[in-house]
């Protein structure tokens, strides 16, 4: 079993424990490091989105195509699956855990009546490694639809990571940009919070977490601080107005965006 060791890897970990059972061994980690991930920004239905939250077959499959995989991603309904899990050889999907939302469950097979999941989960995690659930218990974890996600076997091929390059740091300076912009207005705190997973979410966590994972640890150092800053400023009660760049520095955030951007600029040199 492969455990997560990055914040927000479950599904990351979910494609290692898929690919464990074609033989097939790697980890969370070394997936975000071969498809570039922290060099990776995109944008979708006006949300920013980076690092672990690039989870769908585009994403994954800068990683899979080399190595000879696909990511097949099919919406299934309540009603057929069980009849398509008992299909597969593997595969991974959502299930509600009550109160801490959605959480990337990865099929192994089925022991008399239960399907069998691996849990992705951290090591150090109590939580069960394996999940057994009945058909009935699985249907009411999931929605009347879910997206579940195989792997289906291809001729390896490589990945032009040019465009993809190009296209992040377009994202990343739109997403500076209307930070900057936000931070110019009075606003209300509640409002900004709104904001925190469409907005700021990219460059004040997940964007900390890959520096972090690639050894750039005095840049994650300055984007936790401004993290710091803007967090300071959330903790206000919601209904208070407040201009963000006095408690946020823009100045420092535009050099930390830069710095990062210069990142992305010298790995696209390379390739």
Request: charged share 20%.
């Amino acid at each position: 079993m492969k455990y997560m060791t990055f914040n927000s890897s479950c599904s990351y970990a979910g494609i290692a424990n898929m690919l464990e059972q074609y033989g097939i061994e790697t980890d969370d980690k070394s997936i975000a490091v071969a498809m570039n991930l922290p060099f990776l920004f995109s944008r979708s239905n006006g949300v920013y989105l980076s690092g672990p939250m690039l989870q769908t077959a585009e994403w994954f499959d800068l990683y899979l195509n080399p190595i000879g995989y696909q990511l097949i991603e099919k919406a299934i309904s309540a009603d057929c699956i069980a009849e398509y899990l008992k299909k597969q050889k593997t595969a991974m999907l959502g299930i509600s855990l009550g109160e801490t939302g959605k959480h990337a469950i990865v099929y192994t097979g089925t022991v008399s009546d239960s399907f069998v999941f691996i849990n992705n989960k951290w090591e150090n995690d109590s939580s069960p490694s394996e999940i057994r659930l009945s058909t009935v218990e699985l249907q009411k974890r999931i929605e009347s639809e879910v997206i579940v996600a195989t792997l289906q076997p291809i001729s390896p091929k490589s990945i032009n990571f040019t465009p993809k390059f190009q296209f992040s740091i377009s994202v990343l300076q739109e997403n500076l940009g209307e930070i900057i912009a936000l931070c110019d207005k009075e606003e209300t705190v509640a409002n900004l919070r709104s904001k925190l997973n469409t907005l700021f979410r990219p460059l004040f966590l997940d964007g900390i977490t890959m520096l972090n994972l690639i050894g750039e640890t005095n840049l994650a150092k300055e984007f936790a601080k401004l993290q710091q800053e803007l967090l300071g400023a959330l903790r206000q009660e919601p209904q208070q107005k407040i201009t963000l760049k006095e408690y946020l520095s823009t100045s420092k955030l535009q050099i930390a965006v830069e710095a990062y951007i210069q990142l992305i600029m010298n790995v696209m040199n390379q390739h």
